[in-house]
C-alpha cells in the first residue's frame, strides 16, 4: 500500500490501488459522476510517460493524473466536463486535487523541449522536475502569481464587469504581477490602469490557488485614496461603487477568493 512510485512511473509499475484521473483536451474524464478511475480499466490504454504523473496521497492512496490521447477516450465510456464547469457544478470538494492534476499535467505537456537549446527534456529521478540532458536546465512546475482586490470606500465597495461579453458578474479587480513587483505594487497599478483610482493601506487577506492554468490569486482589500472611477474599455467594461444592501450579481464566496472577500467586506 505505503511502496515509493515516483512523480514519473511507468504504467507497469502501478499497484492496482491507485486513484486515477483522467483528462483530455483540458478536461476531465468522469465515469458516470465519478472522477476516479480504477486502474483495471486502462489497462488496455498503453499510457506514455509524458501523458501522466503522480499528483499525490488522497484518501491514503496514489493519486495519478493522466492525460488522454483521441484514441484512448474512444475505448471509455465517459462523460468530459472542464475543470470550472466542474468547479461551479460541485463548489470546492474535490477541486483542489482536480486543479493540481490540471495543472501539473500542463505543464508536463508545455515543457517537452529546453526553452534554451531544444533539446528533449526527461523527467528528474527523484523531483518533480523535467531536466535538459543537454544544458541541465531544470523545469519545475510555473506558478503565476495574480493579485485580487476589492477597494473600499467607507461602507461602499467598488465592483466591476469585466470585458468579456459572457460575463454577467461584477466582481474584484485582478490582475498578474509583473516582473520586480510586490503584490502591494501590482495591486497599486492594476487599480490605477483598470479604474483610474488611486489606493491606500492594502492589506493582505487570504488566497486561493487558481489552476486555469496556473494562477495563484493573492486576495487583498485596499481603501479608496483619491480619483474618479473611469474604465479602460479594455479590460473592464463597467464599474461603480456599490452599497452593501444593493450590489449586482457577483461570484459567490464558496467557489472563489472574490467571493470570499466580498462576504468577509460584508461582515
Ligand atoms: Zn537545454
Given amino acids: 500500500m505505503n511502496r515509493t512510485i515516483g512523480y514519473f512511473f511507468r504504467q507497469q509499475d502501478l499497484a492496482g490501488d491507485e486513484h486515477i484521473v483522467l483528462f483530455h483536451n483540458g478536461s476531465v474524464l468522469l465515469r458516470e459522476d465519478k472522477i476516479f478511475w480504477p486502474v483495471s480499466m486502462l489497462q488496455h490504454l498503453n499510457l506514455r510517460s509524458h501523458h501522466s504523473l503522480l499528483v499525490g496521497r ?24 472542464t475543470p470550472r464547469q466542474l468547479l461551479l457544478e460541485r463548489g470546492l470538494d474535490d477541486f483542489g486535487l482536480i486543479g493540481q492534476s490540471n495543472q ?29 540532458p543537454a544544458c541541465r536546465l531544470h523545469f519545475y512546475p510555473r506558478i503565476n502569481p495574480c493579485v485580487i482586490v476589492l477597494v473600499c470606500r467607507e461602507d461602499k465597495l467598488l465592483l466591476a464587469r469585466h470585458n468579456k461579453a459572457s460575463s454577467p458578474y461584477f466582481s474584484c479587480l485582478a490582475g498578474f504581477m509583473e516582473a ?66 444593493s450590489l449586482p450579481l457577483s461570484p459567490a464566496a464558496g467557489i472563489s477568493v472574490a467571493g470570499q472577500l466580498i462576504e468577509l467586506f460584508l461582515q
Fill in 104 to 132: 501539473l499535467l500542463n505543464w508536463l505537456q508545455s515543457h517537452r523541449f529546453c526553452g534554451h537549446c531544444g533539446n528533449k527534456t526527461v523527467p528528474h529521478d527523484s523531483e518533480r522536475t523535467l531536466v535538459c
Fill in 180 to 245: 520586480g513587483e510586490t503584490p502591494e505594487e501590482t495591486v497599486a497599478r492594476e487599480v490605477r490602469e483598470e479604474v483610474g483610482i488611486e489606493v491606500e493601506n492594502i492589506r493582505y487577506i487570504k488566497s486561493q490557488s487558481w489552476p486555469f492554468p496556473s494562477q495563484l490569486m493573492l486576495g487583498f482589500f485596499a481603501d479608496y485614496k483619491s480619483g474618479e472611477i473611469e474604465v479602460d474599455g479594455k479590460e473592464i467594461a463597467e464599474a461603480h461603487w456599490y452599497e452593501r444592501d
Fill in 58 to 81: 488522497f484518501q491514503n492512496r496514489n493519486c495519478m493524473a493522466f492525460a488522454l490521447l483521441d484514441d484512448h477516450v474512444a475505448s471509455l465510456n465517459a462523460v468530459k466536463k
